[in-house]
């Protein structure tokens, strides 16, 4: 399966505006660019998707450049509880989610 | 709205013992997947359920792995005979049948049986 790159790891203080890049570079035409969440000792969790230029719910937001080669997630002023594991999906086939090894975002006071 | 229930949530068990774990997706969610999560990494598709019919398990360990799901709801996960290796989270998720590009990539994921094989 195509892989996708983003950090390994990230650290933030409470409050701060995080934002996690993503690359994938051969993306299908017809893929959506998907990110997860998981906090410790849960499964991930769907929090937003996009196929371009910006998407905002009540979590984050994604902005996607015209390419789609890349994509990157904001998370506005981040709090202790927002510690977890975000995941870029690489393109798949089917309906199987291609989880890489994620950005592991630790925020502190 | 229920979410995926899976039990047990930890599992210990020594190598070449069997294991098996359940899964309770959501109701009326005819499609089901099985992941595997090892420490430091994403989760990988071990196996994924359309109804009672099997999709695809290219990726699942057949001659020590064994999935079913008997009525197209509940689904069982054995491992005989464990390895070592095979100390993981085990991760059900499960999504509606219906839906179109943008459901394509929503899942829904239960909070994960832990293995630890010693």
């Known amino acids: 399966l195509a892989k996708t790159t983003q950090p390994i790891s990230m650290d933030s203080y409470e409050g701060q505006e995080v934002n996690i890049t993503c690359s994938h570079n051969?993306?299908?035409?017809?893929?959506?660019i998907t990110w997860y969440q998981q906090f410790p000792s849960q499964g991930p969790r769907f929090i937003i998707q996009g196929y371009k230029t910006k998407v905002t719910n009540e979590v984050a937001s994604l902005f996607i450049p015209a390419d789609r080669k890349s994509s990157t997630l904001s998370l506005p002023r981040v709090s202790l509880s927002d510690t977890a594991v975000y995941y870029c999906?690489?393109?798949?086939?089917?309906?199987?989610?291609?989880f890489g090894k994620g950005t592991s975002l630790l925020v502190t006071p | 709205e229920a979410g995926v229930a899976q039990s047990p949530r930890y599992k210990i068990i020594e190598k070449r013992q069997s294991v098996a774990f359940w899964c309770n997706p959501i109701?009326?969610?005819?499609?089901l997947y099985w992941y595997q999560q090892i420490l430091g990494q994403g989760p990988k598709l071990l196996i994924q359920?359309?109804?009672?019919?099997?999709?695809?398990d290219s990726q699942l360990p057949k001659d020590r792995f064994s999935a079913e799901r008997l009525k197209g709801v509940d689904s069982t996960l054995k491992i005989q005979p464990a390895k070592l290796e095979d100390s993981a989270v085990y991760l059900c998720a499960s999504r509606p049948r219906q839906g179109g590009p943008l459901a394509k990539n929503i899942q829904y994921f239960g909070a994960g049986t832990r293995l630890s094989v010693l």
């Open positions: 999906l690489g393109p798949n086939s089917g309906y199987a989610l291609n």
């Open positions: 359920f359309q109804n009672n019919g099997v999709v695809d």
């Open positions: 109701s009326g969610h005819a499609t």
């Open positions: 051969n993306i299908a035409t017809n893929d959506y």
